[in-house]
């Protein structure tokens, strides 16, 4: 069974910087894709950033480009989103999620399994 925990969220002042992680248990993650989203109240979910676990391969939104980081610790199964420049449009629920293919999707209906989701607030 596969089991992804987010922890990292919290309130932070604009131009501030948070560092969200999700680890990974309950398979071998070497041909997965890890994503990030996140969903703000009274909006569909959104895609973040994204990385094969393999390669390394990353995707990013175009709201995020510049300011976010995905990137993996392999021997320990955690997946990063590093957060800077934060604004108050960037305030929503995060979401980890994983897909079974290499292949870096955009689309949250691609993947399979969810995190529980870790609250981030910017302050304007």
């Known amino acids: 069974q596969v089991q992804l925990v987010e922890s990292g969220g919290g309130l932070v002042q604009a131009g501030g910087s948070l560092r969200l992680s999700c680890a990974a248990s309950?398979?071998?993650?070497?041909?997965?894709?890890m994503g990030w989203f996140r969903q703000a109240p009274g909006k569909e979910r959104e895609f973040v950033a994204a990385i094969s676990w393999s390669g390394g391969n990353t995707r990013y939104a175009e709201s995020v480009k510049g300011r976010f980081a995905i990137f993996r610790n392999i021997a320990e199964n955690t997946v990063y989103l590093q957060m800077n420049s934060l604004i108050h449009e960037d305030t929503a629920v995060y979401y980890c999620?994983?897909?079974?293919?290499?292949?870096?999707?955009?689309?949250?209906?691609?993947?399979?399994?969810w995190g529980q989701g870790t609250q981030v607030t910017v302050a304007s």
């Open positions: 999620a994983t897909r079974i293919s290499s292949i870096v999707a955009v689309n949250p209906n691609d993947y399979y399994y």
């Open positions: 309950g398979r071998t993650f070497s041909s997965y894709t």
